[in-house]
Each structure stands twice: as C-alpha cells, then as structure tokens.
C-alpha cells in the first residue's frame, strides 16, 4: 500500500477551478506525494476502490469526482444524498437528494457548503426565519438545483432558479422532481434580467466577474430589507467583492471562507 493523505488528495478534487481529468488527476496525486506516475495511479485506483472518488464520462473524456453514494451532513441541518439512498436524518434535519450528475452543486466543492452554510445561519440562527417564511426566492446559475431546493425546504414558499446550460437545466429539474418541488421551484432556461420580481432572497454561486456585472441587476429584484447570498469567488476578492456590493446599498451579515473560497450573505439596505 502506497502511504499517502487521503483529505490531501480530495482536497485537490475540491480546490481545482475545473473538473480534472483522470491524467490530470493523477499529475497532480504524483506532484502532491512525490510519486511516480505508476504510484500515483494506484493511489488513485485505491480511492476508486474506497468509493471516495469516481470515475465520470463526459464529452469524450473521463474525469474524476468525488464519490456521491450516501448521505453527507453539509451544515449542522443539511444533508445530501442520492434520491434512492435511505436518509440518516434526525427530526431537525432536512434532506436535500441531489442525482450525480455533470452540473455543479452535490455538496463537494467548498462554494456549495459555504452556500449551504449561510442558508442553515440566515434560517436557523439569525432570527430572520419568520420574516423569510413564505417569501420568494431567486437562484441565479443554479445548476444542480441545490441552493433553491435547500431555501424551499427551510422556508421559502417559490423560487426561480436560472440556468443557462441546458444540461444543468435538465439535471435541475430531475432534481426538484426528487424532492418533491415541482410546483414551487420554476427552473428557467435563460439568464436573470432586472425585472420587479420583490424577493426576499437571491442567492447566485458564480465567479467574481459574473457577480459583479449583475450587482445592479440583483439589486432591482430584491425588496428593501432583503437577503442575499454570494459565493464562487476566491479568498483574496472577497474585499472587492464586500467594497462593490457595500457601494450599491448592501451591508454585510456573515462571510466564510473554506479552501480559499468564500462567501457573504448581505442585507439590501432600506
């Protein structure tokens, strides 16, 4: 057995800005412990075998992901879990079944748990919960579906979630389907423009270019007073981040960071 640090070797699936591929991974396992090709493909094989990581096809290619084949506590009140997993769940929990699919969001990379996080804190311990019950909602790149099912299942009555890769839509409706939110969770082929939605809550997990170009538009569709979550950006534009949503009209609740990843949550101002 070829010693090596399995967290070590995850955290590089988890730390990565795109999917790698199987000799991508392998590159970086042997770049990482100091192996040779041939060990690091055993250290590899070993975490297949373990069912920390699988093998995916995609386009052609065959990358690797984390495994996803039983329920993952995110926060101290999500789980995630496959729709045909039984649920571990205790009576204050709430499942979120996720199908393993291409889109992002099944609870592995650091911007969906830092999302996921600022949900369970912005419901479950801020005292916001009876002000956000029964709201709508707005999730903007949703992808897998993950943060609107989450914000049904804590409260919200309807979301919209937007999604412009028609594989992710696909995926995002398959996995509303399986939570049982077919008729409070509109997922929109098509991008977010300003329009007089009155939210309560937008929550968007993309990068900081993206964030910031929509800032004004996010700003038009929430109600004074409410909620918004970001993450997808890197530790270091976490301060532009705070200084260009501040300079609008937000102010700043809670912020996270998880691998040199971060997040916010914000308060539009009245």
Not at 4 to 18: E, K, V, W
Request: aromatic share 8%; proline share 5%.
């Amino acid at each position: 057995m070829i010693p090596f640090d399995r967290d070590r070797a995850l955290d590089i699936l988890n730390n990565a800005t795109a999917r790698l591929t199987a000799r991508a991974y392998i590159r970086e396992i042997s770049r990482e412990f100091s192996l040779t090709p041939f060990q690091a493909k055993k250290v590899v094989t070993s975490l297949v075998q373990s069912q920390d990581v699988a093998y995916q096809d995609l386009y052609g290619s065959t990358y690797v992901m984390e495994g996803f084949s039983k329920p993952v506590r995110i926060t101290d009140r999500f789980f995630i879990l496959p729709p045909d997993v039984s649920s571990i769940a205790g009576p204050n929990d709430l499942d979120i079944r996720i199908s393993p699919g291409i889109s992002f969001g099944t609870g592995h990379h650091p911007t969906t748990r830092l999302c996921l996080a600022a949900l369970d804190n912005l419901f479950f311990s801020t005292g916001q919960s009876d002000h956000l019950q029964g709201g709508k909602a707005g999730d903007i790149g949703t992808g897998s579906g993950v943060l609107a099912i989450a914000a049904c299942l804590a409260g919200i009555s309807r979301c919209t979630a937007w999604e412009t890769d028609p594989n992710a839509v696909s995926e995002a409706c398959q996995n509303v389907a399986a939570n049982g939110l077919e008729n409070r969770i509109n997922v929109i082929h098509d991008i977010m423009t300003a329009q007089d939605l009155n939210l309560s809550l937008v929550m968007a997990n993309l990068r900081f270019p993206t964030l910031k170009q929509i800032a004004p538009d996010i700003y038009s569709i929430l109600l004074p007073g409410g909620h918004l979550i970001l993450s997808g950006v890197r530790a270091w534009e976490m301060d532009n981040l705070k200084t260009h949503y501040s300079t609008i009209g937000f102010s700043i609740d809670w912020e996270r960071e998880e691998k040199q990843w971060g997040a916010l949550t914000m308060t539009k101002k009245p």
